[in-house]
């Protein structure tokens, strides 16, 4: 059977800084523990993806508080863990490898950040070969300053990167969408 993962990107403490300015959906986390726990009631395959910053001032690197995951959505002994140091999941991990020895082809994505890790680790599984959907409402950008000095909010951020994956890379869901599919989660979602 072709059952989907659920793969939460870099839900660690490090994104409740200030310093990374004001972000979009408030609500976030509560959308990730829904979806988190629906899974576990069915069983299904969830993995976990942790940043670990090389950069000595990160809040995200090794032994800092902010590289822990958020309460909530902390993994269960049973459920995969894989670490990173760039953008990409799939880059100097196992995690590709683990997903299609477990025949994992479809893949739910939820996170931190919409325009980074979680558009990254998207745009290489649609290329792998993978069916991917992101849940809108579960994850989240924060506001930028562009190279010619303008302003663009967490929200334009979310939606501009979120178009773009849209159709080319993966589907676009919210989190009601996704817990009313009733589906096997698996193929065709």
Request: aromatic share 8%.
């Amino acid at each position: 059977m072709n059952e989907t993962a659920l793969i939460l990107m870099d839900v660690q403490k490090g994104f409740d800084d200030s310093c990374l300015g004001e972000r979009n959906n408030p609500n976030a986390e509560d959308n990730i523990i829904k979806l988190l726990s629906k899974w576990r009631e069915r069983n299904f395959p969830i993995i976990h993806i942790k940043h670990c910053s090389l950069d000595p001032n990160s809040p995200f690197r090794p032994n800092q508080p902010g590289n822990d995951f958020k309460e909530g959505s902390k993994p269960l002994k049973d459920e995969k863990i894989f670490t990173k140091t760039v953008n990409s999941a799939f880059i100097g991990t196992a995690l590709e490898r683990y997903l299609h020895s477990q025949n994992l082809l479809s893949l739910v994505f939820v996170g931190f950040t919409t325009d980074h890790c979680v558009s990254t680790s998207v745009r290489m599984a649609a290329n792998l070969g993978f069916e991917v959907i992101v849940i809108s409402d579960a994850t989240v950008a924060f506001e930028r300053e562009s190279h010619d000095k303008n302003h663009y909010s967490a929200e334009e951020i979310h939606n501009i990167h979120l178009t773009s994956l849209n159709g080319e890379f993966c589907k676009v869901k919210n989190t009601t969408e996704m817990l009313n599919l009733n589906t096997k989660l698996g193929k065709n979602l």
